[in-house]
């Protein structure tokens, strides 16, 4: 999908995922909301896997559709006080503004930041990610500010995708394509699986 509305910032995305063999649903979920100043992507792996997992992902991706301009911090924090009563989730979210990619996790939900541009150092930033819980144990969140370039583009991946995918690749498919092949050929097949691929296409 592409978004040019009132946000500030263009984007396109696409996300593909896998549910774990056995399972009706999936406990990994994702979110790409726009609002005016910005946009929210977020990836969010429920603890274990099944319904009580889809739960409390569902539970976090709800409030963040319904507050993404809210600093992450916050968000995090809302995101904490709502999931006491579920399993718990990891959560990573990036909040892209004109003034660039704003960025942080809580637990193992990988962020990759592929730089467009020939011959850029470093060509990749990855995102901060604390150890915790949502739900369970919120550490103290230290936020990373990432200039953006047309091009550069986010991967977000869940434990379930092993880590080893080609990376220069992403750039050359668009969002979508690149997710789904991401997520058929690196899913673990042992957990459910989430790929969310965001382009920053430039200011609107
Ligand atoms: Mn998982």
Redesign the pocket.
């Known amino acids: 999908m592409t978004e040019e509305v009132s946000s500030g910032v263009r984007l396109e995305w696409g996300a593909a995922s896998q549910t774990l063999r056995g399972e009706t649903v999936c406990g990994?979920a994702w979110l790409v909301q726009p609002f005016a100043g910005g946009t929210l992507a977020a990836a969010i792996?429920g603890l274990g896997h099944g319904e009580e997992a889809a739960y409390a992902a569902g539970t976090a991706r709800a409030l963040l559709q319904e507050h993404p301009h809210e600093p992450l911090a916050a968000l995090f924090r809302r995101c904490h006080a709502a999931l006491q009563t579920t399993r718990g989730a990891v959560i990573s979210l990036a909040c892209f503004r004109a003034a660039g990619l704003e960025w942080v996790g809580v637990g193992n939900v990988e962020g990759l930041l592929l730089r467009a541009g020939p011959g850029l150092e470093p060509a990749s930033e990855s995102i901060m990610l604390h150890s915790g819980l949502v739900g369970m144990n919120l550490p103290t969140l230290h936020l990373s500010l990432s200039a953006l370039a047309p091009g550069d583009t986010l991967i977000l991946t869940?434990?379930?995708i092993r880590n080893d995918f080609p990376r220069r690749l992403v750039l050359s498919d668009r969002p979508q394509q690149a997710a789904e092949r991401i997520c058929a050929r690196y899913a673990k097949g042992t957990?459910?699986a989430l790929v969310l691929v965001v382009r920053y296409l430039g200011p609107s």
Do not use: E, M, R
Request: glycine share 14%; no cysteine; aromatic share 0%.
């Open positions: 990994d792996d869940t434990d379930g957990d459910d």
